[in-house]
T-cell receptor
Framework: NAGVTQTPKFRVLKTGQSMTLLCAQDMNHEYMYWYRQDPGMGLRLIHYSVGEGTTAKGEVPDGYNVSRLKKQNFLLGLESAAPSQTSVYFCASSYSPAWGVYNEQFFGPGTRLTVL | GQQVMQIPQYQHVQEGEDFTTYCNSS?????IQWYKQRPGGHPVFLIQLVKSGEVKKQKRLTFQFGEAKKNSSLHITATQTTDVGTYFC????????????FGKGTHLIIQP
């Protein structure tokens, strides 16, 4: 049982390049989330999903897109990377027996992204 | 949007001293969760509080949820070096449409 995994662990991009971060969970959780963590800013929600095929905007969605084609995977895309997107990105998932019920979030190990 | 304020941002204590971090919301929360993140690690769930006035304990950690469900606190008794890290609260408003909002965290630094 791997829990929540993220790939890649590290990445360096040049301004304007694109990339996709992959999050996978093997706990059959309904809810999945993407956060970014910056010094002094805590964890900020980028996008989240309450089930396969659904996505919703969080606090800081601009510049990012997401997809949840399969229940176990949640992809975060950067179409044209900017230096302001340099951050540590965490994926998380949680079990939800009903809509609006948020239980413990399980976090992945994070992806450290640098945009030059 | 919803804001969850957490204080202090940093706390230096001598090993063996107590530590408290506070979380305040501008709106009533359905529940509140607490997480711990060790340096270089990822957040790990500690506890969830749901009921007004709820108090829960985990060994040296005591968690409280305010009567009005707008504030919460985490208190650690007799800190140890293993308590080092950042403690986050995360609040959920009623309805859950917007997900959890995390506070900015309190960094606990322990001096031996």
């Amino acid at each position: 049982n791997a829990g929540v995994t993220q790939t890649p662990k590290f990445r360096v991009l040049k301004t304007g390049q694109s990339m996709t971060l992959l999050c996978a969970q093997d706990m059959n959780h309904e809810y999945m989330y993407w956060y970014r963590q910056d010094p002094g800013m805590g964890l900020r929600l980028i996008h989240y999903s309450v089930g396969e095929g659904t996505t919703a905007k969080g606090e800081v969605p601009d510049g990012y897109n997401v997809s949840r084609l399969k229940k176990q995977n949640f992809l975060l895309g950067l179409e044209s990377a900017a230096p302001s997107q340099t951050s540590v990105y965490f994926c998380a998932s949680s079990y939800s027996p009903a809509w609006g019920v948020y239980n413990e979030q399980f976090f992945g190990p994070g992806t450290r992204l640098t945009v030059l | 949007g919803q804001q969850v304020m957490q204080i202090p941002q940093y706390q230096h204590v001598q090993e063996g001293e107590d530590f408290t971090t506070y979380c305040n919301s501008s709106t009533t929360l359905s529940n509140i969760q607490w997480y711990k993140q060790r340096p270089g690690g990822h957040p790990v769930f500690l506890i969830q509080l749901v009921k007004s006035g709820e108090v829960k304990k985990q060994k040296r950690l005591t968690f409280q949820f305010g009567e009005a469900k707008k504030n919460s606190s985490l208190h650690i008794t007799a800190t140890q070096t293993t308590d080092v890290g950042t403690y986050f609260c995360a609040g959920l408003r009623g309805g859950g449409a917007d997900g959890l909002t995390f506070g900015k965290g309190t960094h606990l630094i322990i001096q031996p």
